[in-house]
């Protein structure tokens, strides 16, 4: 029985392609870069410094420039309230806390900025705890966010914690930090990148995630 369940935030516990993907958009643009929001549902999940390099080629000084447009516009421009949770989240999430389990975030989404998101979407309440990204740079991919979980968490022992997560990002820091992973498939990733990277189940639907754990 996991003790600990911790949840990815973009494309799992809310819906945030449209802040994030007008936001990527109006980066993209200040470059000469046109693209359609429905091509950039890609950044949702990824962290910035791997989806701009991977995508567009953005390296050094150019990439610092097109993360901080971004931010400009997610963090203070009010980017980061265009998103509603999934149908469902609060049930699930008092269901999970009523067992007696421990409930925490892990995203790579700044971690302001998901404790800001997480209390304006109402869903702040249920989590004992929120990890997230640091802007300095040194805590940017999800094995990151994870091992500094289990930092201020006081080390729980691995096998009773499990990563919920939509993507193959969110699968592969599971992996790497030795701890087991449901995929969602209502979020962006697909069923084919969660399996490659192990996941331990799928779930198609909020509802049936609480069936495994």
Not at 49 to 65: I, N, Q, R, V, W
Request: charged letters at 25%; hydrophobic letters at 40%.
């Amino acid at each position: 029985m996991y003790e600990y369940v911790l949840f990815d935030l973009d494309g799992t516990l809310s819906d945030t392609s449209a802040g994030v993907t007008k936001g990527v958009q109006l980066a993209l643009k200040a470059f000469g870069i046109e693209a359609d929001l429905s091509e950039l549902t890609k950044f949702i999940g990824p962290p910035l410094t791997y989806s701009f390099p991977a995508f567009y080629g953005f390296a050094g000084e150019e990439l610092d420039k097109v993360i901080e447009i971004f931010r400009g516009y997610y963090v203070n421009g009010g980017g980061m309230y265009d998103n509603r949770p999934y149908d469902g989240l609060h049930e699930l999430l008092d269901k999970i806390h009523k067992d007696g389990r421990k409930l925490a975030v892990a995203t790579s989404k700044l971690e302001d900025a998901a404790i800001d998101v997480l209390n304006r979407n109402g869903l702040a309440g249920h989590f004992d705890m929120i990890c997230g990204a640091l802007a300095d740079g040194t805590r940017t991919t999800k094995q990151d966010v994870l091992e500094s979980f289990f930092v201020r968490a006081g080390n729980p022992d691995r096998s009773k914690v499990v990563l919920v997560g939509d993507t193959a990002f969110d699968a592969a820091g599971a992996k790497a930090v030795g701890i087991d992973c449901i995929g969602v498939l209502y979020g962006f990733g697909t069923r084919e990148e969660l399996e490659a990277e192990g996941v331990r189940y799928i779930a198609p639907t909020v509802e049936q995630i609480y069936d495994y754990l």
